[in-house]
């Protein structure tokens, strides 16, 4: 559908969804706002709605095979340490 689309169109779809988003954007939104009015209401002061939006992290770096080998390695030998209550 997109590579159908024409540039025109596709800007003010664009332009749409600035001024009208839709998905997880505004439930993000809507819940920050609601969590930053119930911590006014519970004395937090200047709780503003961008304390609550979610954080975007980075996705983990892919570790090496020795690291993977490594961690491995240090579970299997605690979980197949002997215990002794």
């Given at each position: 559908m997109l590579a159908d689309m024409p540039a025109g169109l596709f800007a003010q779809w664009?332009?749409?969804d600035r001024l009208e988003p839709w998905g997880d954007?505004?439930?993000n939104n809507q819940?920050?706002?609601l969590c930053a009015i119930?911590?006014?209401f519970a004395g937090v002061k200047n709780a503003k709605m961008d304390d609550f939006l979610p954080i975007e992290k980075e996705p983990p770096k892919p570790k090496?095979?020795?690291?993977l080998h490594a961690?491995?390695?240090q579970f299997a030998g605690l979980h197949n340490a002997k215990v002794n209550y």
């Open positions: 664009c332009e749409y954007e505004v439930t819940l920050a706002s119930v911590a006014q090496s095979n020795e690291e961690k491995f390695t």
